[in-house]
Nanobody, 113 residues
């Protein structure tokens, strides 16, 4: 059974930091590109950051220089370090395993001004 479980969300003031984690099970983690997406109220889900199986990363322009995606294949976990958070980063964040086409349940991140 494929499972992606996100953790680390919450409420933070603008300028603060959060680290999201996504623990995967039921997939061959090392073979999967992993991504973080987000969906704000009334908006479409968008890609935030992605890391390939080989460690290549790419980011949405809106988060470049502030967010860092990383992975620990020994723990089957992908992380999203979010610094200098802005109110417009408020959204539900979802973890995705590309090859397995699997999604986490989503976790709320709220940034207050």
């Amino acid at each position: 059974q494929v499972q992606l479980v996100e953790s680390g969300g919450g409420l933070v003031q603008a300028g603060g930091s959060l680290r999201l984690s996504c623990a995967a099970s039921g997939i061959i983690f090392v073979f999967n590109a992993m991504g973080w997406y987000r969906q704000a109220p009334g908006k479409q889900r968008e890609l935030v950051a992605r890391i390939s199986s080989g460690g290549t990363t790419n980011y949405a322009d809106s988060v470049k220089g502030r967010f860092t995606i990383s992975r620990d294949n020994s723990r089957n976990t992908v992380y999203l370090q979010m610094n200098s958070l802005k109110p417009e980063d408020t959204a539900v964040y979802y973890c995705n395993a590309a090859t397995a086409n699997a999604w986490g349940q989503g976790i709320q991140v709220t940034v207050s001004s």
